[in-house]
């Protein structure tokens, strides 16, 4: 006979991948609006996500499901690993979000849109007016979701701040922040220092001479494949400013952005996003299995594409590597 905590699992699995499906739509709505629609549409289909993303939030708001992640959080030391990591992070998900109604999450995630789109205008125009008073909305918005927002035990030291802070980095607050602010200011200091007291002079002209975008793309496709993106589980794309969107399991993809007269640009974004994709990929199959896929720290992920951008990328001997085809594509 199946034990009440296996149906409580069960069900709350089986919400989890209607709530998956519609999280997968939403985020190919929000690929195509940052990559092949058109300005015009921007904003209309921005709403199209945001409104399949509203049927997502309220699968967790049902009472039944509300009800099945409160008895397996009182029964968490019973749980086999990969179920309690799953059932805490529900519990503390749902006591943020338990005053926060499908209502008010649309009316948030609008004003986040909305944000994009000026946003995107002033990057192409390069007058920010337009943008400041969306972003004035948006800070506003977080504001208000923090006056509500329930806390576990261990949040409540927070200031409002890093809360927020620690929403995106799990253990992160203003302390660490400004401490790592302050060793990377110390290093960075010395290091501008020593450069600007030096004579030797570097020569860059040659970073700057025009390129063709279908020239960038082929050598963005050239890096990937030399990285080991897996093109069957994966694909790039052209936008305003670099991302990498996981989709689903088999669905990761990156965006770059060409500049005519800086391909450098190019090379070192593809790079660094197909650190983020590359970390996707090779995800453990558990982690999908579980509900879990992105439960690892934002920390995490960008220290893996800042490895591949600077420490890989950037060595003499990743550059010797791909020379031979950076003279071919760009004689």
């Not at 338990?98 to 004003?111: A, G, H, Q, Y």
């Not at 439960?295 to 990743?318: Q, T």
């Amino acid at each position: 006979m199946e034990s009440i905590i296996n149906k409580q699992l069960n069900y709350i699995k089986k919400e989890l991948t209607r709530e998956r499906e519609y999280t997968q739509a939403a985020t190919i709505i929000e690929f195509d609006q940052m990559t092949m629609c058109p300005p015009m549409g921007h904003e209309m289909e921005g709403n199209s996500a945001v409104r399949v993303s509203n049927h997502a939030f309220r699968i967790r708001k049902s009472a039944k499901f509300i009800d099945c992640i409160k008895a397996l959080y009182g029964e968490i030391d019973s749980l086999e690993e990969y179920d309690r990591v799953l059932v805490e992070d529900l519990y503390r998900t749902y006591i943020h979000d338990k005053d926060v109604s499908p209502e008010l999450f649309e009316e948030f995630s609008r004003i986040g849109n909305n944000a994009w789109v000026a946003w995107s205008k002033a990057r192409e125009t390069e007058d920010v007016s337009g943008y400041l008073p969306e972003l004035e909305k948006v800070i506003e918005s977080k504001k208000k979701f923090v006056s509500i927002a329930g806390k576990m035990p261990d949040e409540e030291k927070y200031s409002d701040y890093g809360f927020l802070l620690n929403l995106y980095e799990n253990g992160i607050d203003e302390d660490v922040i400004d401490e790592l602010f302050r060793v990377s200011k110390d290093g960075i200091t010395d290091l501008l220092q020593r450069i600007g007291n030096s004579n030797k002079v570097i020569r860059t002209d040659f970073l700057k001479r025009p390129v063709r975008d279908s020239q960038q793309e082929e050598m963005a496709k050239y890096l990937m494949e030399t990285l080991g993106f897996d093109f069957e589980k994966g694909t790039m794309a052209v936008s305003e400013h670099p991302f990498t969107s996981l989709i689903s399991e088999n669905d990761v993809r990156i965006t770059t952005h060409y500049y005519s007269d800086n391909f450098i640009s190019n090379i070192y974004s593809v790079i660094h996003e197909c650190g983020h994709a590359l970390f996707e990929q090779l995800l453990p199959r558990e982690d999908h299995k579980y509900f879990i896929e992105d439960k690892k720290s934002m920390g995490m992920h960008e220290a893996i594409s800042r490895y591949y951008e600077n420490i890989l990328g950037r060595s003499k001997a990743f550059i010797s590597l791909i020379y031979p085809k950076v003279c071919e594509i760009f004689p």
